[in-house]
């Protein structure tokens, strides 16, 4: 990381699945409200856990009552500090594929304000997920002819969402052009990025050389998320 905090605590992330507990008529209730397809039913109620979100729907509208919550464990939270700064971690067990569960819970149990909560790329759900709580939303971009799309689709969801945003574009100075005024033009640019092998090679190493170079740009760029 290149914040190199000092790790002090892991706790286990469970997440919480269905297993039948009674004898069920088949009626295919469960696998109707299931938005995930985690379930499906033939001769017998079959869970497919990894695919399950653990929303609990299945449970709540199951008319026998023949089923209820088990905890599998699905990955670990991970804390520590840099200063005074807190830093929370989630890690997704091997071969567990979805994370949102895991973002959801790190939200709602470990997030103090205030704090920055780092996305993944793109606009799916773990995106949505992890920008639910926030006040504000930067988003990083690249002036290519991808980035541009992408970014498209993610400012998209960024207003559905009802969310006050900022881009900030990355390596500005290697992609096109054209492009890069297209994004200032339409949309709200707070900083942008040099291409620089400095910064490619420290980022390499786990270093940060940002603060030294673009120091002003940062407290600019701070200043207008506030």
Same mark, same amino acid.
């Given at each position: 990381f290149l914040l190199h905090p000092e790790m002090d605590g892991e706790e286990d992330f469970f997440i919480e699945v269905p297993q039948m507990v009674k004898q069920c008529s088949l009626c295919g209730k469960c696998?109707?409200?299931?938005?995930? #397809?985690?379930?499906?039913?033939?001769?017998?109620?079959?869970?497919?856990?990894?695919l399950c979100h653990g929303c609990g729907s299945c449970i709540h509208f199951c008319p026998e009552a023949a089923l209820e919550?088990?905890?599998?464990?699905?990955?670990?939270v991970r804390s520590g500090k840099r200063g005074k700064m807190r830093f929370i971690q989630g890690v997704l067990t091997v071969s567990e594929a979805l994370s949102p569960p895991l973002i959801r819970h790190i939200n709602k149990n470990y997030a103090r304000e205030p704090f920055i909560i780092d996305c993944p790329p793109g606009n799916s759900c773990p995106?949505?997920?992890s920008i639910t709580p926030a006040d504000f939303v930067i988003l990083v971009t690249e002036p290519t002819p991808f980035g541009l799309e992408d970014l498209k689709g993610a400012v998209e969801v960024v207003k559905d969402l009802g969310k006050n945003f900022g881009v900030v574009i990355n390596r500005a100075t290697?992609?096109?052009?054209?492009?890069?005024?297209?994004?200032?033009e339409r949309f709200p640019?707070?900083?942008?990025?040099?291409?620089?092998?400095?910064?490619?090679?420290?980022?390499?190493?786990?270093? #940060?050389?940002?603060?030294?170079?673009?120091?002003?740009?940062?407290?600019?760029?701070?200043?207008?998320?506030r």
């Open positions: 696998a109707e409200v299931c938005e995930f #397809n985690a379930i499906w039913v033939g001769k017998e109620v079959h869970v497919l856990e990894k919550v088990r905890k599998r464990k699905a990955g670990v995106f949505v997920n290697l992609g096109d052009e054209r492009i890069r005024q297209k994004m200032k640019v707070l900083m942008e990025i040099p291409f620089d092998r400095r910064i490619a090679e420290s980022y390499a190493k786990g270093e #940060n050389l940002l603060p030294e170079m673009m120091g002003d740009e940062l407290r600019k760029l701070l200043e207008a998320v």
